[in-house]
């Protein structure tokens, strides 16, 4: 992280997330929001979690708030693993499982389809 300040870090770690989290949910005005309808579509609670902690500590760096992150360079190299871990979760993954599970035969995934009541 060098020399940058940590407060700007964390904002633009919120920015990030809030680029991400609009790609994948674009329902909803606010972060806030758009975070709240991921969790009611099944958002995983520590992802939940993670975002949340990223929105949160990212306001505080844009505006001076209740949480001081000024010299608090350990709490944004965490939000940096956690932004990480959040892109690992909502894309990364899931862009591996829906690749296998396209290598399945067509009619096993026909088959499936029909038990979940998914298919056209």
Same mark, same amino acid.
């Given at each position: 992280m060098g020399q940058?300040?940590? +407060?700007? &870090? &964390?904002?633009? %770690?919120?920015? &990030?997330? !809030? =680029?991400?989290? @609009?790609? *994948?949910?674009?329902? #909803?005005?606010? %972060?806030?929001?758009?975070? @709240?309808?991921?969790? +009611?579509? @099944? %958002?995983?609670?520590?992802? =939940?979690?993670?975002?949340? &902690?990223? +929105?949160?500590? #990212?306001?505080? #760096?844009? $505006?001076? #708030?209740?949480i001081d992150l000024?010299?608090? /360079? !350990?709490?944004?190299?965490?939000?940096?693993?956690?932004?990480?871990?959040?892109? !690992? $979760?909502? *894309?990364?993954? =899931?862009?591996? *499982?829906?690749?296998?599970?396209? /290598?399945?035969?067509?009619?096993?995934?026909?088959? *499936?389809?029909? +038990?979940? @009541?998914?298919?056209?």
């Amino acid at each position: 992280m060098g020399q940058a300040s940590p +407060r700007s &870090a &964390a904002a633009l %770690l919120r920015l &990030a997330l !809030e =680029q991400l989290v @609009g790609i *994948i949910e674009t329902d #909803g005005k606010t %972060l806030n929001d758009k975070v @709240g309808l991921l969790v +009611r579509r @099944g %958002l995983a609670t520590h992802v =939940q979690r993670a975002m949340d &902690a990223l +929105r949160v500590f #990212g306001n505080n #760096g844009a $505006h001076v #708030g209740e949480i001081d992150l000024s010299d608090d /360079r !350990e709490t944004v190299e965490s939000l940096f693993a956690v932004l990480h871990m959040v892109v !690992e $979760h909502v *894309i990364t993954r =899931q862009r591996e *499982i829906d690749a296998l599970y396209l /290598r399945l035969p067509e009619s096993a995934r026909a088959a *499936i389809e029909r +038990r979940d @009541g998914s298919s056209p």
